[in-house]
T-cell receptor
Framework: EPEVTQTPSHQVTQMGQEVILRCVPISNHLYFYWYRQILGQKVEFLVSFYNNEISEKSEIFDDQFSVERPDGSNFTLKIRSTKLEDSAMYFC?????????????FGAGSRLTVL | DAKTTQPNSMESNEEEPVHLPCNHSTISGTDYIHWYRQLPSQGPEYVIHGLTSNVNNRMASLAIAEDRKSSTLILHRATLRDAAVYYCILRDRGFGNEKLTFGTGTRLTIIP
């Protein structure tokens, strides 16, 4: 069964450092997403991406965050200057289409710890 | 996004059926009902979805009320591996309604 792959599985960084989280979505999927989950809290939407541009972003996704699809396979989330409150699990997801008939496939997540 | 209401937690005995309810009284005619689950320390995982008719797949069944204001996810024979948080989410069938909005879900505990 096709899967979404995320790297690294765990990253520890110092506050103020830049972090890039990487995702390889399912190959024939067109829509890409990042979500995050702070320990013990809900899964929160960050951003959706289609046709090489952001289609929607949440209030959490401020100027410190950016996304990119640098080639035909990777989808990355960059946090420019990490804060303590950025510590969370980050999940990438992909979708063949964006209608309600379609479903998202999520990766296993990247755990980010900011010290 | 239309809102769903689920119990915070449920328990069930291993090898017995589990019925997880979801209320969505403000559902629109174009909303699909999706169920995802999140096993401990893993990403959300798709379980099942439907629009009007009941649906079955290898993981579960989805029973949708005739007025579509509620639905029930049925796990026919729960195993320990089914212990997870289950999310009931509405997603409009129109294109451009992309994101899923997760609530707090139902934490299902399976008793051996």
């Amino acid at each position: 069964e096709p899967e979404v792959t995320q790297t690294p599985s765990h990253q520890v960084t110092q506050m103020g450092q830049e972090v890039i989280l990487r995702c390889v979505p399912i190959s024939n999927h067109l829509y890409f997403y990042w979500y995050r989950q702070i320990l013990g809290q809900k899964v929160e939407f960050l951003v959706s991406f289609y046709n090489n541009e952001i289609s929607e972003k949440s209030e959490i996704f401020d100027d410190q965050f950016s996304v990119e699809r640098p080639d035909g396979s990777n989808f990355t989330l960059k946090i420019r200057s990490t804060k303590l409150e950025d510590s969370a699990m980050y999940f990438c997801a992909s979708d063949r289409g964006s209608s309600g008939a379609n479903v998202l496939t999520f990766g296993a997540g990247s755990r980010l710890t900011v010290l | 996004d239309a809102k769903t209401t689920q119990p915070n937690s449920m328990e069930s005995n291993e090898e017995e059926p589990v019925h997880l309810p979801c209320n969505h009284s403000t559902i629109s005619g174009t909303d699909y009902i999706h169920w995802y689950r999140q096993l401990p320390s893993q990403g959300p995982e798709y379980v099942i979805h439907g629009l009007t008719s009941n649906v079955n797949n290898r993981m579960a069944s989805l029973a949708i009320a005739e007025d579509r204001k509620s639905s029930t996810l049925i796990l026919h024979r729960a195993t320990l591996r089914d212990a997870a948080v289950y999310y009931c989410i509405l997603r409009d069938r129109g294109f451009g309604n992309e994101k899923l909005t997760f609530g707090t879900g139902t934490r299902l505990t399976i008793i051996p």
